[in-house]
T-cell receptor, first 108, second 114 residues
Framework: GQQVMQIPQYQHVQEGEDFTTYCNSSTTLSNIQWYKQRPGGHPVFLIQLVKSGEVKKQKRLTFQFGEAKKNSSLHITATQTTDVGTYFCASYNNDMRFGAGTRLTVKP | DSGVTQTPKHLITATGQRVTLRCSPRSGDLSVYWYQQSLDQGLQFLIQ???????AKGNILERFSAQQFPDLHSELNLSSLELGDSALYFC?????????????FGPGTRLTVL
């Protein structure tokens, strides 16, 4: 099945700095979803991308799906302390596979 | 609050025992999904039910089973528990049949096997 590798594992930034997490696959993905999990919380769906080269924005968050549909990224501009948490990518086919997640900490 | 409820919040048990985790989906949602989150394995999809029928299967062990009842609540049964089964178990729900739907996760049940 589809496997997604996610990097980096951890990212520590100063408030106001940008943050990016990447997901990569050796095979073509039919879709990619992004989730956020706050410390001690549950995953919360952020967005789904299905088209090659697709770019979607949610306020300071920009999501991209690669042209070859083998990679995706989530970029946060000017991080805030409320952005703290672990960001997961996931892809589904017959089942759902998650990346290992990127844990973001933000220093005020 | 996602509208998905899970009970209990915490469960501590011993190896070899059997436990049942319960999930009530959001009102109107017909699909229920079960996930396991552990430090070494990350977030793993276990199984999905749609309107009482098994819809998709992931990395669910044979010692684990699930069902969805006519009132749409679901139970995940874990038996012959091992230390490695200690994890957070999340339930999620969605309106439709597939993973294309937005899934709403519950707060989770933390299982500790001693």
């Amino acid at each position: 099945g589809q496997q997604v590798m996610q990097i980096p594992q951890y990212q520590h930034v100063q408030e106001g700095e940008d943050f990016t997490t990447y997901c990569n696959s050796s095979t073509t993905l039919s879709n990619i979803q992004w989730y956020k999990q706050r410390p001690g919380g549950h995953p919360v769906f952020l967005i789904q991308l299905v088209k090659s080269g697709e770019v979607k924005k949610q306020k300071r968050l920009t999501f991209q799906f690669g042209e070859a549909k083998k990679n995706s990224s989530l970029h946060i501009t000017a991080t805030q302390t409320t952005d703290v948490g672990t960001y997961f990518c996931a892809s589904y086919n017959n089942d759902m596979r998650f990346g290992a997640g990127t844990r973001l900490t933000v220093k005020p | 609050d996602s509208g998905v409820t899970q009970t209990p919040k915490h469960l501590i048990t011993a190896t070899g025992q059997r436990v049942t985790l319960r999930c009530s989906p959001r009102s109107g949602d017909l699909s229920v999904y079960w996930y396991q989150q552990s430090l070494d394995q990350g977030l793993q999809f276990l199984i999905q039910y749609y309107n009482g029928e098994e819809r998709a299967k992931g990395n669910i062990l044979e010692r684990f089973s699930a069902q969805q009842f006519p009132d749409l609540h679901s139970e995940l049964n874990l038996s012959s528990l091992e230390l490695g089964d200690s994890a957070l178990y999340f339930c999620a729900s969605s309106p439709g049949t597939g993973f294309t739907d937005t899934q709403y996760f519950g707060p989770g049940t933390r299982l500790t096997v001693l």
